[in-house]
């Protein structure tokens, strides 16, 4: 699937290999589904996980199994989150979890238990059990 804003610009990608419709439930379940997200200053988030459940209405879409958010995937400099579950809602351009959380960038390393982000905003809370590693750049 594809979505675009308002001025028609795409703003992501979804693909999955494979997907199925409960019309009943108004939910689509998928098998390896990508998402990328193309965000207003040119760069990329890319979120992959093993499966997942999206509404019909773009409200909510729940990742499990190996999630990994990637902001700025094709940089050097790119950030990596990893963790087994992920709420996505995004309308509200919002995620958050309650698992073990880890990051990972050029600068260093965190992890912590629970999470929220702000993708837009780019903000991130870790909610607790926070130990983290910072590599001096040189």
Same mark, same amino acid.
């Given at each position: ?21 409960? #019309? &009943? ?7 390896? +589904?990508?998402? /990328? *997200?193309?965000? $207003?200053?040119?760069? %990329? ?36 989150l990893l963790t087994e579950q992920l709420?996505?809602? #995004? &309308?509200?351009?919002f995620a958050e979890t309650d698992k +073990?959380?880890? /990051? *990972?960038?050029? $600068?260093?390393?965190? %992890? ?27």
């Open positions: 699937t594809r979505e675009w804003d308002e001025t028609g610009t795409l703003t992501r990608t979804m693909t999955s290999a494979k997907i199925e419709h409960d #019309p &009943q439930a108004e939910l689509n379940y998928l098998t390896s +589904p990508k998402s /990328i *997200s193309f965000r $207003s200053n040119d760069s %990329k988030i890319q979120i992959t996980s093993d499966k997942g459940i999206t509404r019909d209405d773009n409200s909510r879409t729940d990742l499990a199994g190996n999630v990994i958010v990637h902001d700025n995937p094709s940089s050097e400099s790119g950030t990596k709420t996505i809602y #995004p &309308q509200k351009d +073990p959380v880890t /990051i *990972s960038s050029t $600068s260093g390393n965190l %992890k912590g238990i629970g999470m929220d982000l702000h993708f837009e905003k780019q903000v991130l809370n870790l909610h607790s059990n926070v130990k983290g590693i910072y590599h001096e750049m040189d």
